[in-house]
């Protein structure tokens, strides 16, 4: 009996954003994260400073915005989150879209983590609660960080009541929110956070570039090393910087863009979204860098010098040190934790409605239905991997994985079946000039057919290598086996079973509009 004979339920009307600007701001929403707060700036200073920013000029151009429009053009022209669109693609490749499902699944299951650490930290604010040792304070009084690979256990069920109880918190808005849906839930959500998160982070770069020592830190990141544009690993690191902050490749962008009405702009709000992405990287490397200054200044040594200027280690350990020294530290502290927690969110609610837009599109539940059976898996997976003693080793190493291998791995297998094994480009391009005012050339269609899945690869394959020779930040090879690797192996599987599951929703009656090699 095929899935169309057994197929019984029928598909809600699909739901959408109230409109251009609904869509944009979710979209801004999703792109701008915790990297871009804690990532960029580091990544910058490390390869080339000002220099850097040619390579990721570059590398935005010719990767992170014929990419994302490629999401949109999938995602809108064939009307589903990433299984259905790529299944409407070729039905085979609906494999493709459940493993990009996964890897939001794996990655929201940390991610709201470190939205509760932030939470936390938020409330520390107040009364500077981290002292004077952060360092100490955050591994040790906050995580109680176990030796993993030491005398302690790699895995531990010690649950930390401080990060516990955020993370539940985070969890219930969460589900909250999916349940309300797209326009009512997800997208009044970021027309509240994302002008409330520039206002609160704008306050603070002013702040900090009226402090001692601001200059020295601008002149540190912005000072061009020319010869960094030379390194292969610069323009690597400038690709990937991009390729992650975009929220490209992994689903989000194919599901948002299945949300907009048929005749919807794509590619104008996708210039919108990608500038406006970079350009609150650029404005946050100026707020950090300024403030890194001021700490330098304060404890008599040069930017060189500092420890923790990038990652985590700089948002809980760095930064509550610089606040501690500010003077009014505790209102500005508030300010740069609460704009961690409303970046982080809006990123969250992207990376979860994906897997929820996914199982309702296949077994035909409700959005409140996926929302609390999504929302209570993943939370109970959360708080039991990552609120423990071992859970700041275990995020940092299931990122790694999940980002370098997942992520890119998708990208790399997306570009290549689309653009040379289906030859599809073209057609997704016809679906952009058609519904878009902003016309897309040739040049896009090269960017995913010949330098995308070159420069992609490459990246992948470095990666591969370097996870193989050198243990991951030293970690014990047994466990970065079962954790990193292993997490890897969850992706496959996972994808794999769900595609193999019988669709309770007929997903194949369907006709592409406007139609391609014909009148739109």
Known sequence: MSDAQRTTAQPEKREEFSGQLGFILSAIGSAVGLGNIWRFPGVAYENGGGAFLVPY???LLTAGIPILLLDYAVGHRFRGSAPLAFRRVKRWLEGLGWFQVMICFVIAVYY?????WALSYFVYSFDLSWGDDTAGFFTGSYLQLADVGGADPWFTFDFVSAVLIPLVLVWVAAIVVLAAGVAKGVEKVN??????????FGALVIRSLTLPGAADGLNALFTPDWSAITDPNVWIAAYGQIFFSLSIAFGIMITYASYRKRRANLTSPGFVVAFANSGFEVFAGIGVFAALGFLANQQGM?????????GPILAFVTFPAIVSQMPAGALFGALFFGSLVMAGFTSLLSILQVVSAS???????TRQ??????GIVAAVISVVGFSTT???????????????????????VTTVVVGWILRRSEEMRFHLNSVSTLQVGRWWSFCIIVLGPVVLTYMLVSRIVSLIQEPYEEYDATYLGFAGWGTVVVLVVGALVLTLMRWRVEPDKFDAWPTYGGKS
């Open 359 to 365: 199982f309702q599109e296949k077994f035909g539940w």
């Open 57 to 59: 000029l570059v590398a």
């Open 390 to 412: 071992t859970g700041l080793i275990a995020l940092d190493t299931v990122d790694n994985w999940a980002n370098n291998i997942g992520i890119v791995g998708s990208a790399v």
């Open 369 to 374: 239905g996926a929302a609390l059976r999504i």
């Open 302 to 310: 040069a930017i060189a010098e500092l420890e923790g200027i990038t």
């Open 112 to 116: 709201a983590v470190i939205i509760a």
């Open 191 to 200: 027309f509240i956070f994302i002008p409330l998160l520039f206002v609160a």
